[in-house]
RNA sequence: GUGAUUGUAGCUCAGUUCGGUUAGAGCACUUGGUUGUGGUCCAAGAUGUCGGGGGUUCAAAUCCCCUCAGUCACCCCA
């Protein structure tokens, strides 16, 4: 017997009519991102490793979850596991002469975690990136356009929340209050995070161990440590969601997982999912990272957002449905399939979807096929119709019943009639 | 990566405890009732490597081992 192949652990096949929802969800995002005059960067799948390992040392998605390989010239590659170092190495490769530079993206990721529901080894995520600008109405503009994003799917239990993590000038006294905090309490804290204490103690602040919790609960919170200006930057852009009636949350302990992040972060997460999986995006400042892979410092802001979660968000709030692919009219060709071919190319030329019948099958068959394709109407071909030049038209939805058209005036007939009644 | 749990028709699932006639149901599908007309109804029909491989046994969907995949928690993150 023929060994038989099934997608790969994580990653699968999204067909019709998921599919075509997922093309209207990139669809919405990439309208929001036009109304707010960003453009369209389609960059490289995969990319040298060294461009991933700038994102940080002490993240699982550079140094556990990557896709790396040497390729046949024996360069090592990586295939993206997130998009902002890619967008950043463009960035500094192409040196854009007007600033801000304000970019948009969708497109898959690839990292090689254990999968679950809203888990993916190849998934999927649409994103904004800003660089060029440390203007505080810049942070508040790519959040607010996330949340209208998701607005704009119908989705209502979306929460934000919001944190600044603040700069190198604020960061080491933060940095320091907080290890000596841990270190003082390890006794208590679980074995992991006694682990992550010595990679990256914010990180700490992340954990989910019940163990931990009291901990750090009690930690000092970095919100209380920035600086002057870091202060203000955070208010400003505070401010900026209030007056656009943003609500947000401030979440003193998100601290993202990715190292590049200062000053403002934030996450959406989707209270209508109830595991664990239920952040539906996030993002933040990464001001030094462009600096890191070897351009000017630049400071930049952006988010991703993943997509798959998003739409398990959207089914679990009953918005955004999609039909998939439905025909403004279906053809029944009752005399051989030939009237149905050429009709069917002319209509398709006009802009007409159209399906059709095949193998023959008896018209009450291929009626069922018309019925369950959804389509307004039916095209019916029998010996009469054909004999005199003339076709039926049926109202397959409404209750208009079904009239003889000739045959050449169909085009212009259905072309009004799709016209009048929106589908 | 750690721990747990599930896998039977295209889909949702029963049957597995305690091995034993040709492995079932609903939905979907095909054909017919309806000699040209879908959606409701009625009837008939087709469809399974019981996730895969190996083992125990006279006999395995059922027991054992390995393996693949999904799901849940941790981890991590979108």
């Given amino acids: 017997?023929?060994?038989?192949?099934?997608?790969?652990?994580?990653?699968?096949?999204?067909?019709s009519p998921d599919s075509e929802r997922q093309r209207a969800l990139v669809d919405s995002f990439a309208e929001q991102a036009r109304l707010a005059g960003y453009g369209h960067i389609m960059s490289p799948i995969f990319e040298d490793l060294g461009v991933f390992l700038r994102v940080g040392d002490s993240t699982d998605v550079v140094t556990k979850e990557m896709y790396d390989f040497e390729d046949k010239d024996g360069k090592r590659i990586?295939?993206?596991?997130?998009?902002?170092?890619?967008?950043?190495?463009?960035?500094?490769?192409?040196?854009?002469?007007?600033?801000?530079?304000?970019?948009?993206?969708?497109?898959?990721?690839?990292?090689?975690?254990?999968?679950?529901?809203?888990?993916?080894?190849?998934?999927?995520?649409?994103?904004?990136?800003?660089?060029?600008?440390?203007?505080?109405?810049?942070?508040?503009e790519v959040i607010t356009l996330g949340w209208r994003f998701y607005q704009s799917l119908g989705m209502s239990q979306v929460s934000l929340l919001l944190n600044s993590l603040g700069d190198e000038t604020c960061r080491p006294a933060y940095f320091a209050a907080l290890e000596e905090y841990l270190r003082d309490n390890a006794a208590?804290?679980?074995?992991?995070?006694?682990?992550?204490?010595?990679?990256?103690?914010?990180?700490?602040?992340?954990?989910?161990?019940?163990?931990?919790?009291?901990?750090?609960?009690?930690?000092?919170?970095?919100?209380?440590?920035?600086?002057?200006?870091?202060?203000?930057?955070?208010?400003?852009?505070?401010?900026?969601?209030?007056?656009?009636?943003?609500?947000?949350?401030?979440?003193?302990?998100?601290?993202?997982?990715?190292?590049?992040?200062?000053?403002?972060?934030?996450?959406?997460?989707?209270?209508?999912?109830?595991?664990?999986?239920?952040?539906?995006?996030?993002?933040?400042?990464?001001?030094?990272?462009?600096?890191?892979?070897?351009?000017?410092?630049?400071?930049?802001?952006?988010?991703?957002?993943?997509?798959?979660?998003?739409?398990?968000?959207?089914?679990?709030?009953?918005?955004?449905?999609h039909a998939g692919v439905v025909p403004d009219v279906f053809i029944v060709d009752d005399v051989g399939g030939g009237e149905a071919t050429v009709l069917a190319d002319e209509l398709r030329s006009r802009g007409i979807a159209a399906d059709r019948g095949f193998d023959g099958r008896s018209m009450k068959a291929q009626m069922k096929v018309a019925n369950r394709s959804n389509a307004p109407w039916a095209i019916i071909i029998g010996e009469t119709e054909k004999a005199d030049g003339t076709v039926t038209l049926r109202d397959m939805h409404g209750d208009t019943g079904q009239t003889l058209i000739g045959r050449n005036d169909l085009p212009n007939e259905l072309a009004q009639r799709l016209g009048e009644s929106p589908r």
Avoid at 207 to 224: C, H, L, N, Y
Avoid at 243 to 270: C, K, M, N, Q
Wanted: glycine residues 10%; proline residues 6%.
């Fill in 1 to 15: 017997m023929v060994a038989k192949f099934q997608a790969l652990r994580g990653t699968r096949d999204i067909m």
């Fill in 78 to 140: 990586a295939l993206r596991p997130e998009l902002t170092a890619s967008v950043v190495r463009a960035f500094v490769q192409h040196n854009p002469p007007s600033l801000p530079w304000k970019v948009w993206y969708e497109g898959p990721q690839f990292r090689h975690e254990k999968p679950q529901a809203g888990r993916y080894r190849q998934f999927s995520q649409v994103g904004i990136e800003v660089l060029g600008s440390d203007d505080p109405a810049v942070d508040i």
């Fill in 188 to 321: 208590n804290l679980s074995e992991k995070s006694v682990e992550t204490l010595d990679k990256n103690p914010l990180r700490v602040l992340d954990s989910k161990r019940g163990q931990d919790q009291e901990i750090v609960a009690g930690a000092p919170v970095m919100v209380d440590y920035l600086t002057e200006e870091t202060g203000e930057h955070f208010a400003a852009v505070r401010e900026g969601l209030d007056s656009l009636g943003i609500s947000y949350e401030i979440s003193p302990r998100l601290v993202r997982g990715l190292d590049y992040y200062t000053r403002t972060t934030f996450e959406f997460a989707s209270t209508a999912l109830e595991n664990a999986q239920n952040a539906v995006g996030g993002g933040g400042r990464y001001d030094g990272l462009a600096e890191s892979l070897g351009g000017k410092p630049t400071p930049g802001i952006g988010f991703a957002l993943g997509v798959d979660r998003i739409l398990l968000a959207c089914d679990a709030e009953n918005v955004f449905e």
